[in-house]
């Protein structure tokens, strides 16, 4: 008789435990601040208030990981995390301020149009992108307009692109089926032979889609396995 074979390891445990290593690297207030890595590095985009602070949290459960990107002062910066063991982390994530404060004055937002452009055009270690959409909002022409400064590297297969439709609890089954439509016909726009887009609604307080969220991650910063 042959010995049993060792379960398979669930995946959606294995990615959730990835993601709980995340601790805070460094944060920086433009692309040349950033310290250059090999590893690869996924980044958090969205408007303020589109739930991204409550996502990464959820994501990585702890409680307050990326509200430390909303201290006084780190607003405007781009906040590494980095993940995996700590003698050989694996990938990072990279907490990008958030947009479309109406309150921000018309200098800031230019200065944070330069840098998520320069940061997402050029940043070499950048291996995916999750953008956060409030599901009653969906995609704004503010995110249009960010997503245009990466869509030639998502075109190519370069950089990955999964796009969460947040808050998905305070949605009924028709409006969330509206809701993932209308995203779709927008991200349409970006589908190539090459490109990798998701798509999928997304809820921290019902936790809806945040182990699916985590497998993504999880593949992208270990494609091979
Ligand atoms: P950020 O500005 O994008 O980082 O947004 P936050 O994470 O601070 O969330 C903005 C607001 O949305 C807060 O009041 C959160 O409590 C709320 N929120 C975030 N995620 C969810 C969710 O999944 N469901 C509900 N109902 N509210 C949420």
């Known amino acids: 008789m042959s010995a049993p ?3 398979a390891p669930d995946p959606e445990r294995t990615a959730l435990a990835w993601a709980h290593t995340a601790r805070f690297l460094t944060t920086a207030a433009q692309l040349d601040q950033l310290p250059p890595t090999e590893l690869p590095e996924i980044a958090f985009v969205g408007r303020s208030n589109a739930g991204k602070s409550t ?3 959820m994501l990585t459960q702890q409680k307050r990981l990326a509200f430390a990107s909303k201290t006084p002062g780190r607003t405007q910066h781009i906040n590494l995390f980095e993940l995996g063991p700590k003698d050989a982390p694996d990938a990072l994530f990279a907490d ?4 479309g404060y109406a309150a921000v004055a ?3 937002k230019l200065r944070w149009q330069q ?8 940043r070499r270690s950048l291996s995916g992108v999750v953008l956060m959409v ?5 995609l704004t022409e503010l995110d249009q307009q960010l997503l245009a400064f990466v869509a030639p590297r998502v075109g190519t297969g370069e950089v990955k692109l999964l796009v969460l439709l947040t808050k998905a609890d305070k949605l009924n089954r028709r409006e969330a089926d509206a809701a993932l439509a209308a995203a779709q016909g927008v991200l349409g726009q970006l589908a190539t032979d090459d490109a990798d887009l998701s798509l999928a609604l997304f809820s921290a307080l019902s936790r809806r889609g945040v182990g699916d969220a985590a497998q993504v991650l999880h593949g992208w910063a270990h494609p091979a396995g």
């Not at 840098?115 to 050029?122: G, N, P, T």
């Open 96 to 99: 990008l301020p958030g947009y």
């Open 55 to 57: 996502a990464i949290n």
């Open 5 to 7: 074979t060792p379960a």
């Open 115 to 122: 840098v998520m452009a320069q940061y997402l055009e050029l």
């Open 134 to 138: 409030d599901s009653r909002l969906g």
């Open 106 to 108: 018309r200098g800031a």
